[in-house]
């Protein structure tokens, strides 16, 4: 089925591409359409952690609202 998407491409050695297919044919899925799974959760959870990343029309990635990151009372406290 022909598509518009970009494409993905990467290199790894023989045992690990069979070993993913393997994967892959045991999920009911394509390689092309486990490797698009993996992105796109890798990116879901990158966004969890980082705050959402915005896509512009000319392609330039921003972070939507940075996470303030709360500090804490040090645990170097000498109080006792």
């Keep these: 089925m022909p598509t518009d998407k970009p494409q993905l491409k990467t290199y790894i050695n ?3 591409k069979a070993k ?10 394509s390689d092309s359409n486990l490797l698009e799974y993996i992105v796109l959760n890798y990116i879901e959870d990158y966004e969890k952690e980082h705050g959402q990343l915005i ?3 000319d ?3 921003t972070l939507a609202q940075p996470k303030v990151v709360k500090q804490g009372k040090s645990s170097n406290s000498k109080t006792g």
């Design 20 to 29: 993913f297919s393997h994967i892959a044919k045991n999920d009911r899925r």
């Design 59 to 61: 392609g330039k990635v």
């Design 14 to 16: 023989k045992q690990d």
């Design 55 to 57: 896509v512009g029309e």
